[in-house]
């Protein structure tokens, strides 16, 4: 069983900061793919952020600048550290993450959710 527990969301004011984490457990054999999304009231959940198992990042246009994603390998842990934070960063904030385990003799790959974590940024 694996498990995506998020943490850190809160309320802040506009400029303020707040860090996301994401934390993976359970009978884990690797975990390729971490990320970011978010969903906004009434919106479609999007990407926010990527992190490769090598370290390799992508971030979304109305985030660049402000935000950094990051993981800890040893960990299994996804960081996203928001920086400048505006009103329309408001939204429920969710971990992703693409991990194999072992089945048996079989390696079995799937995408995982967290449950989420509300940010809200208002004065």
């Known amino acids: 069983q694996v498990q995506l527990v998020e943490s850190g969301g809160g309320l802040v004011q506009p400029g303020e900061s707040l860090r996301l984490s994401c934390a993976a457990s359970?009978?884990?054999?690797?975990?390729?793919?971490m990320g970011w999304y978010r969903q906004a009231p009434g919106k479609q959940r999007e990407s926010v952020a990527n992190i490769t198992g090598d370290g390799n990042t992508n971030h979304e246009d109305s985030v660049k600048g402000r935000f950094t994603i990051s993981r800890d390998n040893a960990k299994n842990t996804v960081y996203l550290q928001m920086n400048s934070l505006k009103p329309e960063d408001t939204a429920v904030y969710y971990c992703?993450?693409?991990?194999?385990?072992?089945?048996?003799?079989?390696?079995?790959?799937?995408?995982?959710w967290g449950q989420g974590t509300q940010v809200t940024v208002s004065t």
């Open positions: 992703n993450a693409r991990i194999s385990t072992v089945r048996g003799t079989r390696i079995m790959t799937s995408g995982y």
């Open positions: 359970g009978s884990i054999f690797s975990i390729a793919v």
